[in-house]
């Protein structure tokens, strides 16, 4: 990853540009999109053009807003004071929103939650929480951030590699806010940044952390299998092989999480993914429209997680393995 001297300059520039055009020709692409849409019989393209329209609208007005704020706190003088700091969150909150109200919306997708009381009780009341969610693709992870921010008034920080970071609103508002961006070389640095995100959690914050390290794919339960007895870790292997919808957990991010915040309680959160982690084709061909998205919440409270580090691994898997049975359970209504 360029460094951000180097970095912030042209990818600002670049998705300036992109998404002034796309704004000022919002009703010709649409318009194209939708008359070959209808000439064709196929609505994929007008549906996908419209949810890209509503991000680089978004994405334009982020920026715009981030400039703003930035001359606000005195060339950024001010931007860690409280003040500046909840005008970022009302900022996230409306950027991640839009577009997850987009992709609901021309998606037509039905969204189905497992009722869970005592998450539900968890994530309303004040104090710091630790949310282990399952990977499954971008959509999901937006839907997610989007129903902590808005519908629980949490204040997510979120642990993602840094190569998330080329979208210049994500990497704006990511190093104004505490989220933890990571480059992946560095697991020393990683560590780091987990334990002093997770350290700084207020009381509405809730760090959101997917210990599988990246979107579930089939290719990718493979090759996660293929690593892990290439590196000998056979029980890790065994307990990975009875993992038929997630990746196997990888421990040392969700250990220092729990490590560095000893009173934080932790939520599992899962769902039936929309399809959308796979290459750009498959996503074409199997764009979930018209489809239902399960989701499903658990509540441990930190006096019923384990102390071991050891142990904790085994909890985390013991998790994980719920966490595909539930998924199956779905696959199968």
């Known amino acids: 990853m360029p460094p951000w001297w180097l970095r912030r300059p042209l990818s600002i520039t670049a998705w300036l540009i992109l998404s002034t055009v796309c704004v000022l020709l919002w009703p010709v692409l649409a318009g194209i999109a939708q008359v070959i849409g209808a000439l064709t019989g196929d609505r994929r393209l007008a549906i996908m053009t419209r949810i890209f329209l509503t991000y680089f609208g978004r994405e334009l007005m982020t920026l715009v807003t981030c400039g703003f704020l930035w001359l606000l706190s005195g060339a950024g003088l001010f931007m860690r004071t409280g003040w500046m700091q909840a005008l970022h969150w009302r900022l996230l909150r409306w950027f991640v929103g839009g577009i997850a109200d987009a992709t609901i919306g021309e998606l037509g997708i039905q969204v189905r939650e497992d009722a869970s009381q005592e998450a539900d009780r968890a994530l309303a ?4 929480l630790i949310v282990f969610s399952r990977h499954a693709g971008p959509g999901d992870t937006i839907l997610l951030i989007d129903r902590l921010l808005t519908h629980f008034d949490r204040r997510p920080s979120v642990v993602f590699k840094e190569a998330i970071a080329l979208d210049p609103s994500i990497d704006l508002i990511a190093h104004r806010l505490p989220h ?27 760090l959101l952390l997917f210990p599988e390290g990246g979107n579930f794919t089939p290719e990718r339960r493979r090759s996660a299998l293929s690593s892990l007895r290439r590196r000998g870790r056979w029980e890790a292997v065994r307990r990975g092989e009875q993992l038929e919808h997630v990746l196997p957990p990888k421990p040392s991010g969700a250990l220092t999480a729990l490590a560095s915040n000893p009173t934080a309680g932790v939520i599992f959160a899962a769902h039936t993914g929309l399809g959308l982690a796979a290459y750009p084709r498959e996503i074409w061909r199997e764009l979930p429209v018209g489809g239902t998205l399960y989701t499903r919440m658990w509540f441990v409270p930190r006096s019923e997680v384990p102390e071991d580090e050891d142990e904790r691994s085994k909890w985390l898997n013991d998790w994980w393995q719920l966490i595909d049975n539930w998924i199956e359970g779905r696959h199968l209504e």
């Open 125 to 128: 009341d004040d104090g710091p």
């Open 180 to 206: 933890a961006l990571l480059d992946l070389d560095d697991r020393a640095e990683c560590e780091a940044r987990i334990a002093r995100t997770t350290r700084a959690l207020g009381e509405r914050g809730v």
